[in-house]
Structures are given as structure tokens and as C-alpha cells.
Nanobody, 117 residues
Framework: QVQLVESGGGLVQAGGSLRLSCTASGSIFGPNVMGWYRQAPGKQRTVVATISSGGSASYADSVKGRFTISRDNAEKAVYLQMDSLKPEDTAVYYC???????????WGQGTQVTVSS
């Protein structure tokens, strides 16, 4: 069973930066995609950024140029560097993994990010 544990959320002023980390535990074999989703109060969960095990990254339009996703395959970790944060980035951020060979996905418990204006 795969478990994902996030860390790094918190409160920051607009224009500031935060770095989220997520570490996976358990047996993980084969190609996978890891990423970050977020859910603001009263809204649906949406994708923020994803990165394949080969390092190919994609971003939501709303965060392009401000957020950077990276991963360390040896550490089974994914990171999200968030710069130039805006109040509209306030949300619970969830780590996510999709295992291509098994067709299964996993979620972390979420970490709160609050950006004050």
C-alpha cells in the first residue's frame, strides 16, 4: 500500500513563497506520475502541477511562471516551490500519485496553504 505524506504548508503574505514536500512510502515499481492538486473552500479539487517519473512537468495556467514542480525518484518525493503567491492560491494542497502499470491512484491527507493580502 502506498502512502503519501505532505509537509510545508502554512500562512504567508501575498508575494511570498512556500515549498511543499511529499514523500511516498511503500513499494512503488514502474512508471508513475506525481503531482499536486488543490481545493479551495466551496470549490472542486483541481490540478496544480504534475511530473512524470521521467521528469516531464505540466502546470495549470493559473500557476505557470510562479510554481515549480520537481521530484527525487530515489527519495520517492515530489516538491512544489510556490513563488509570488496570491490570495487566490489559498487552498488545501494534496499530493497525488498515479501508477501507470496498475492504473491506481493515491492521495495525501492535504496541507493548508493560506495567503493573506
Amino acid at each position: 500500500q502506498v502512502q503519501l505524506v505532505e509537509s510545508g504548508g502554512g500562512l504567508v503574505q501575498a508575494g511570498g513563497s512556500l515549498r511543499l514536500s511529499c514523500t511516498a512510502s511503500g513499494s512503488i515499481f514502474g512508471p508513475n506520475v506525481m503531482g499536486w492538486y488543490r481545493q479551495a473552500p466551496g470549490k472542486q479539487r483541481t490540478v496544480v502541477a504534475t511530473i512524470s517519473s521521467g521528469g516531464s512537468a505540466s502546470y495549470a495556467d493559473s500557476v505557470k511562471g510562479r510554481f515549480t514542480i520537481s521530484r527525487d525518484n530515489a527519495e520517492k518525493a515530489v516538491y512544489l516551490q510556490m513563488d509570488s503567491l496570491k490570495p487566490e492560491d489559498t487552498a488545501v494542497y494534496y499530493c497525488w500519485m498515479y501508477r501507470l502499470t496498475r492504473g491506481s491512484e493515491y492521495w495525501g491527507q492535504g496541507t493548508q496553504v493560506t495567503v493573506s493580502s
